[in-house]
């Protein structure tokens, strides 16, 4: 494994693997490139795999908005350092960044793999149901447990892990959270902090539903892969029509007993899934 980093423009960045075709890893809001090291190491044996933390995420720099496109420039950016097309794998709010950079750039591509989430605005709920009765989308309390938490007054990440409970019922996803909670220093000069900047992606988190206008015209014309979780309302049957016009080479798969972390709650399957869409891209 190999760490990169570089100016306070560039994205930071971990590869996997030293032969291969080159496939690139972004992660969802909350997440880090390290959310994808099983999935990663699983096809490191034949490929060049890099995980990307997006901005305000993981080691990656903060910025002043959380906005697609800037997202998309700062992707591509990446991938033009490597001098190849790579397949770029996107989850949820990555797969929307990783849309609009193929709709943008699309000779950076090789092939796209966008993961349970659709080219669509979404309503405040999240996912979407017929159920009058549906929730809120989690994501607001998930940031207002973690700005509430007080970490001057934090001892144990069991602690931490206890304080978010009420608001985070789910092991998985506290789990996935903490995974942003870091301790710096040692004994009395240690002290926690979030590597996401929480502050700005409370203020814009409504930015995250929507889906910028691609440009008139724009399609990716390559092999796209869309795996989508099955007890996931985030790739609906009326999202099919949105998905085609933009990316005609679409091939839908749904996981069974997956939700909106497919990749997390069905990692062989994913794993095997991927493997054969590369398999199938090399062969032409």
């Known amino acids: 494994m190999t760490?990169?980093?570089?100016?306070?423009?560039?994205?930071?960045?971990?590869?996997?693997?030293?032969?291969g075709s080159r496939?690139?890893?972004?992660?969802?809001?909350?997440?880090?490139?390290?959310?994808?090291?099983?999935i990663g190491k699983g096809l490191a044996d034949t490929h060049r795999v890099t995980l990307l933390d997006l901005p305000n995420h993981g080691h990656?720099?903060?910025?002043?908005?959380?906005?697609?496109?800037?997202?998309?420039?700062?992707?591509?950016?990446e991938l033009e350092q490597f001098g190849e097309q790579v397949t770029l794998v996107g989850h949820s709010m990555g797969g929307k960044v990783a849309?609009?950079?193929?709709?943008?750039?699309?000779?950076?591509?090789?092939?796209?793999?966008?993961?349970d989430i659709a080219p669509v605005e979404y309503p405040p709920s999240g996912g979407r149901t017929d159920d009058p009765d549906e929730e809120a989308s989690p994501f607001a309390a998930y940031i207002d447990a973690m700005r509430a938490l007080d970490l001057e007054k934090l001892t144990t990440r069991d602690d931490a892990d206890e304080a978010l409970q009420a608001?985070?019922?789910?092991?998985?996803?506290?789990?996935?959270?903490?995974q942003s909670l870091v301790r710096e220093g040692l004994g009395a000069d240690g002290g926690w902090r979030w590597r996401l900047n929480l502050e700005l992606l409370d203020r814009d988190l409504g930015e995250l539903r929507g889906f910028p206008v691609p440009p008139p015209g724009a399609s990716f014309d390559g092999p796209v892969l869309w795996i989508a979780g099955a007890n996931s309302t985030y790739v609906l049957p009326e999202d099919r029509p949105h998905m085609d016009a933009l990316f005609p080479g679409t091939r839908l798969v749904r996981v069974k007993n997956a939700g909106h972390w497919v990749h997390s709650e069905q990692p062989e399957v994913f794993?095997?899934?991927?493997?054969r869409f590369l398999t199938a891209v090399e062969k032409g």
Not at 3 to 19: N, P
Not at 23 to 38: A, E, I, P, R, S
Not at 62 to 67: I, L
Request: aromatic fraction near 8%.
């Open 3 to 19: 760490e990169e980093g570089g100016s306070d423009e560039r994205l930071a960045s971990r590869t996997l693997g030293e032969a």
């Open 99 to 115: 849309m609009q950079l193929a709709l943008r750039r699309p000779e950076l591509l090789r092939a796209l793999v966008v993961v």
């Open 60 to 77: 990656s720099p903060w910025t002043d908005r959380v906005d697609y496109l800037d997202m998309a420039e700062l992707v591509a950016t």
């Open 271 to 275: 794993l095997e899934t991927l493997r």
């Open 23 to 38: 496939v690139v890893f972004v992660h969802g809001l909350f997440g880090q490139g390290k959310n994808w090291t099983t």
């Open 167 to 178: 608001a985070v019922p789910s092991r998985m996803v506290r789990s996935f959270l903490l």
